[in-house]
């Protein structure tokens, strides 16, 4: 299969000022495991990361980012309507309305942020298989998951819950079901990330054929 494979990984940050920004815990190493496995199995790989603290996997071409809009300038860029779209990233729903240019006192700052909402990457992006993930938590997980992967017309999102030990954000393993447009899901057991990056471009060399 002469396939690209673009995947977004890591947190994006939204900066307030020029000390301060809003993030989530997420530390890459899904996105990474994704990127390895990929450029493993011989195809061309680009890997579009937010801040990571994590070396870049073998064969990979990478792209660092800090923010949502960056992260949605460098995809656009890149992407192209053949290749696989694999969004990993956590990237932040909302950013400050303005960011102050140098460091704001605490003095100078309202107790109340004004947010806008960034742009929705996977969801605009045009490729020829798109898939996605799905941070969840509490009940629903599925539901959500089925929902999310026909509004943004995925060929499959990888569903887990982030409250459970073991699985989600910063650790070596995680525990996560694939779910179809068509409603069919396939549940894993808890695994090492780079187990479950397999198990994804497995499935993947499954949808491109
Ligand atoms: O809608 P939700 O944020 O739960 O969707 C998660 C999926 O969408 C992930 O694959 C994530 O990488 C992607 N996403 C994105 N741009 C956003 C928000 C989420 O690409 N602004």
Redesign the pocket.
Known sequence: MNRRFVI?AGP?REFIDAARFISNPSTGRMGFAVAAAAARRGYETVLVAGPCSLPTPQGVERIDIVS?RD??KA?SDVLRPEDVF????????WRPESVFPGKLKKEEMSPVLRLV?????????KAAVK??????TGPGIIA?AKE?CRR?N?AM??ANDILETGAGFGGTTNHVSFIFPDGRTKAFEMAGKDEIADSILDECEGLCV
């Open positions: 977004t994006t949502a992260m949605q995809v694999i969004a990993v990233a956590a990237v932040a729903d909402r960034n742009p929705d990457i996977l969801l605009e992006a898939i996605g993930f799905a941070a969840e959500n999310k943004k995925l999102i990888v």
